[in-house]
Structures are given as C-alpha cells and as structure tokens.
C-alpha cells in the first residue's frame, strides 16, 4: 500500500461527516458522541486532612496524563477518589461519608489534631459530631461523664447511702 493511498483511507476512516453504506445498500449515518470536559475551578478539600487546594494540586500524573479516578493530597498524602475530592457535602453528609469509611480505615489516615481543628475553622464541628454520634448510635445518656460530672455522680451516691443507713 502506497504512503498516498493510506493517508486517504485514514483520512477516511476519521471523516465523522462522510456517509456510509450498510451491506444492502442503504444509507447510515455515524453517530457523532462528544466528550464533556468538566472544569473545577473552584477549590477542593481533601476529606482526610481537610486541606483546601485547587484541583491540579491532587492530580497524580501518569505516563498518559492524569489518573482519572484517583487523586492525593499534597499534604497528607492519601489517596482518594476524585468524586470524593469534588463533592459538595453539607456537614450532616460529610458526617455520613467518614460514619461509612470508618470501617475501612477512614480514622487511621486522618490527622485528628490537624483535621480537628480545620473542622472547627469552617464552622462544621458541632454539625459534623451530632451527626456522627447520631449514626453511631450514640446519645446524651451513652457519652463519657465528665470528671466533675463523675464527683457528683459520687456525692449524690454516698448521700444517699447515708440517709439509707441513718
């Protein structure tokens, strides 16, 4: 095949305006799909560490661009998917997000202080750990008294046992 010849019939091949013939002689026309190419402009956060950064800054590059399910946090350097990284979560749904991920290790790759704090900075604490305690069944009843709480607790019972006995 000549170098003339299989330029015209690569050229061919690509035309996606060029009509085609089927077997029995009739027309069809080639379905043109087009790619949408989504564009984040706005920051994301990483829901490990809770660092805020624009998106190329979690890429991870591969020999063939970028990795287009995975990306990891230039500080923390956990791996997550990039639906995760992009979402839009309220801080009930980001509660439910860790709640769900805690079985797979969501703790065990948080930096708690850092995290901690970062929480606190966007105003989601006291959401984030109502809901939290909420999925886990927690409630006013189950938490851990207080040491004051505790002292009194320990007061009221001897108390009590006095006027029992007296």
């Not at 979402?87 to 749904?93: C, F, G």
């Amino acid at each position: 095949m000549s170098a003339r010849k299989w330029k015209r019939e690569y050229k061919t091949k690509k035309d996606n305006h060029q009509a085609k013939f089927t077997a029995s002689g009739s027309l069809t026309q080639k379905i043109i799909t087009k790619a949408e190419i989504t564009t984040i402009t706005e920051p994301v956060s990483c829901p490990f560490c809770l660092h805020i950064g624009k998106i190329g800054e979690f890429l991870i590059s591969t020999k063939k661009g970028f990795h287009r399910g995975l990306g990891k946090c230039p500080e923390c350097k956990n791996q997550m998917q990039l639906r995760s990284l992009t979402a839009e979560w309220t801080p009930e749904q980001y509660a439910e997000w860790c709640y769900s991920y805690s079985l797979s290790g969501f703790w065990q790759k948080v930096p708690f202080k850092k995290w901690s704090q970062r929480l606190r900075d966007i105003g989601w604490s006291y959401a984030f750990w109502a809901k939290y305690k909420q999925l886990k069944g927690e409630s006013a009843e189950d938490r851990t008294e207080s040491y004051q709480e505790w002292l009194e607790r320990k007061q009221r019972e001897e108390h009590e046992a006095e006027q029992r006995e007296g």
